[in-house]
């Protein structure tokens, strides 16, 4: 897949950030923001469509909330609308990008949060993207100029890769900087849980092997497995949404995590043991 130009990937970006913002917007006023011609706007909003950021309308696009499927969970009602959750979850995943530098080494886990995450990857140089999930390895071509590495094996629902022995190959030929996981709850032993137990082993093996730990969590919810890929204190860093810190933050405070960085939208919190 030929990559794109940096100008059409910050472009496109940038449409992907105002249609969120807006809700809705016509093809004129997209043309006159970012001077392009309307045919262009045009191609743009296709591709974006296609990769599921926004749905056309006559004139224009409109922001949808991406959809996912939840297994075995119970998502707390929150007060605020979707796209309210989805800037949220956009400011959440920024967050990441303070950790991570050119050049580096970095396991992506499977996810919506890691979706939103990768489109702002564009601006670091050098990087190396090891993931296992196919449909955001292309994603990753689209919006960066990140080696990717994707780790193949049996095909699993979701397009996600599976086989332990490559991942131990993988272990054995690079030095993983950054291990960044979605994780779908922390139960009441501070035991880290994701929503696919087909992943269990791999990402034990990365929260093992990796120097960073950095965890994202957006939904307050509660979960009825125990999909553990290791404890609390593996962590390094923490990001949680307002919503999620309603639920976690005094287990994190126990748990010897201390509050780095708070806004609107979310929490950062460092592992400081015996501090």
């Not at 449909?135 to 095909?155: C, H, T």
């Not at 709850?185 to 092997?209: F, G, V």
Request: aromatic share 6%; net charge neutral; hydrophobic share 40%.
């Amino acid at each position: 897949m030929a990559r794109a130009s940096s100008a059409l990937l910050k472009r496109r970006l940038d449409i992907a950030e105002i249609v969120r913002k807006k809700g809705e917007i016509k093809v004129d006023e997209l043309s006159d923001l970012l001077r392009v011609s309307n045919v262009t706007i045009r191609q743009d909003l296709t591709y974006l469509e296609q990769q599921g950021y926004l749905k056309r309308s006559f004139g224009g696009a409109i922001y949808i909330s991406p959809e996912g499927t939840v297994n075995n969970t119970h998502i707390v009602a929150s007060n605020n609308s979707n796209t309210a959750d989805d800037i949220g979850d956009i400011n959440l995943v920024k967050n990441c990008l303070s950790y991570i530098n050119d050049g580096d080494t970095i396991f992506l886990s499977h996810g919506n949060l890691i979706r939103k995450l990768i489109p702002f990857l564009h601006n670091k140089k050098s990087l190396k993207l090891i993931m296992n999930d196919i449909s955001n390895a292309q994603l990753v071509k689209e919006f960066s100029d990140a080696e990717v590495i994707l780790v193949g094996g049996v095909l699993l629902e979701g397009n996600i890769l599976q086989n332990h022995e490559a991942i131990n190959v993988l272990l054995n030929q690079l030095h993983i900087s950054h291990f960044i996981v979605e994780l779908a709850a922390i139960n009441t032993d501070n035991q880290l849980i994701i929503e696919n137990m087909e992943q269990l082993k791999t990402y034990q093996q990365m929260l093992k092997n990796a120097d960073h730990t950095i965890g994202i969590l957006s939904q307050r919810v509660v979960y009825y497995n125990n999909n553990s890929i290791g404890k609390l204190k593996h962590m390094d860093v923490m990001i949680l949404s307002r919503p999620a810190v309603t639920e976690y933050h005094q287990q994190l405070l126990d748990s010897d995590f201390k509050q780095l960085a708070v806004n609107k939208y979310c929490v950062t919190y460092h592992n400081v043991p015996g501090a």
